[in-house]
Nanobody
């Protein structure tokens, strides 16, 4: 069982930056692909960014590409989401998730709120 704990959310103004962190329990973090999802009020949860378990290959949804950066530090069991040039439409609860090489996001954090004011 893996536990994921997010931190770093908050209330910022449009154009500001935030860095989210997600720390995993256990000793197999490096074997997981990691992802960040978000869910805005009244909307479905959407995948924002992913990073592969070994080579650190990344993927971004179009709306954040060029503004957000996902990275990981396997020595710290932590994945990050650096969010720059934030927009009001980025307001959502952000969740990290882990795929233990099954093709499914099997482990989820509790979420952290990001609110961007205009």
């Amino acid at each position: 069982q893996v536990q994921l704990v997010e931190s770093g959310g908050g209330l910022v103004q449009a154009g500001d930056s935030l860095r989210l962190s997600c720390t995993a329990s256990g000793r197999t973090f490096s074997s997981y692909s990691m992802g960040w999802f978000r869910q805005a009020p009244g909307k479905e949860r959407e995948l924002v960014a992913t990073i592969s378990r070994i080579a650190g290959v990344t993927w971004y949804t179009d709306s954040v590409r060029g503004r957000f950066t996902i990275s990981r530090d396997n020595a710290k069991n932590t994945v990050y989401l650096q969010m720059n040039s934030l927009k009001p439409e980025d307001t959502a609860v952000y969740y990290c998730a882990a795929d233990p090489n099954t093709g499914n996001w099997e482990y989820w954090g509790q979420g952290t709120q990001v609110t961007v004011s205009s």
